[in-house]
């Protein structure tokens, strides 16, 4: 349960487990709340350290935005020592050199060529750890072999790889599934409220998404409960429909 941020809304982890619930979904073990692991998150920021591979930063969003904007990653600035005193966030020194290249699941070769990934934010400025940091740490630590989300996060990948190969931890799988979008192709409006998540329309719901992600299932399917049609979708499940997709859009007139 990713936690970390102090903006999340009390009762919403527990609301979120209820619907996975509901969609059929099972964990193995007891679901482990990040906000409970600072420890762990903390004792790979000092091995981190130690190795001598990060540096203290203050650069502002602001002071970055024009010069990050122009290179599209940190342009290193205070790898020599943070620019003005105040707060600093920690990031990682990403060498130049380092070139990364994965094969997803579903989106197939990946690459990030060198000089593209930039430091990346390992704590914020605000000491809260990083994402990128604890779910690295997260996986390892869980034995996650196959990481599998949405095409959105691909982004942040080639930093996780990185991050995993510096604390010495091993690489899992990653599967990056296509985003719906409006049917222009445009992001989704969050105004569309036919497409918020109903428990009591579980299975019909689960049925449109698999659908949309081009795993036609039956016709027979119509009306069943969560469970049967994530047991048919275990069952038939074929990536090669959705290979190199990063984006579904919906049909003009329809949503789940
Ligand atoms: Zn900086």
Same mark, same amino acid.
């Given at each position: 349960m990713e936690d970390l941020d102090p903006r999340c809304i009390e009762g919403c982890a527990e609301e979120q487990l209820r619907t996975l619930e509901a969609f059929g979904f099972t964990w193995d073990g007891p679901v482990e709340y990040q906000s409970r692991r600072t420890a762990h998150y903390q004792e790979a920021l000092e091995r981190l350290r130690a190795a001598g591979v990060t540096f203290e930063c203050s650069c502002s969003r602001r002071e970055l935005a024009s010069e990050a904007a122009a290179l599209g990653?940190?342009?290193?600035?205070? $790898?020599?020592? %943070?620019?003005? +005193?105040g707060p600093t966030a920690t990031r990682l020194r990403i060498d130049e050199g380092l070139a990364l290249a994965v094969e997803d699941l579903f989106q197939g070769p990946i690459q990030w060529p060198a000089?593209? !990934?930039g430091d990346v934010i390992? $704590? $914020?400025?605000?000491g809260v750890f990083a994402y990128q940091l604890a779910v690295v740490v997260d996986d390892a630590l869980q034995g996650v072999t196959t990481v599998v989300r949405g095409a959105d996060l691909l982004e942040s990948t080639g930093w996780q790889i990185a991050l995993g190969r510096a604390l010495g931890l091993p690489a899992p799988r990653y599967g990056h599934l296509p985003l719906l979008t409006e049917p222009?192709?445009?992001? !989704?409006?969050?105004?569309?409220?036919? !497409?918020a998540l109903e428990p009591q329309r579980a299975g019909e719901q689960l049925l449109t998404v698999l659908t949309l992600l081009r795993? %036609?299932? +039956?016709?027979?399917?119509?009306?069943?409960?969560a469970r049967e049609v994530l047991a048919w979708a275990l069952e038939h499940w074929s990536s090669a429909p959705l290979h190199g997709l990063r984006q579904i859009a919906l049909p003009a007139s329809t949503g789940p």
């Open positions: 990653r940190y342009p290193g600035t205070c $790898r020599t020592g %943070a620019r003005h +005193p000089g593209t !990934l390992i $704590r $914020r400025r605000d222009g192709g445009a992001k !989704l409006a969050k105004s569309r409220r036919s !497409l795993q %036609a299932p +039956p016709r027979a399917l119509a009306g069943a409960p």
